[in-house]
């Protein structure tokens, strides 16, 4: 059986008006936070702006390099031409 206050909107207004304080007027913390928390802090969040920055740019140069490509004619890379064969075929000449 559920009982109500008669008075329940002003009971959930003072108990919102008062959490509201408290959180909006906190005591000091009188804490400390050494060096070593506070660089790897610094150091995360560095490494996250890099790598944001990173993927946006590759996603970002993607185009501009897929252009590139079409206006060389795709010309082979050096890698692809040092791959020697290896079919049977070449191996029998070699010998």
Known sequence: ???EN???IKTRGI??????AVLAFPKIAMAYVG???GLTLIGSLIGLV???LTALGII???PVRAL????RGKQPT???ENVQETSPESVNKKK
């Open 15 to 20: 108990t919102l008006l008062t959490v509201t």
């Open 60 to 62: 970002l140069f993607w």
């Open 1 to 3: 059986m559920k009982v």
């Open 50 to 52: 890099i790598a944001i």
């Open 68 to 71: 590139i490509r079409r206006i």
């Open 78 to 80: 050096m890698e692809s």
């Open 6 to 8: 008669s008075c329940g």
């Open 35 to 37: 060096p070593g928390a």
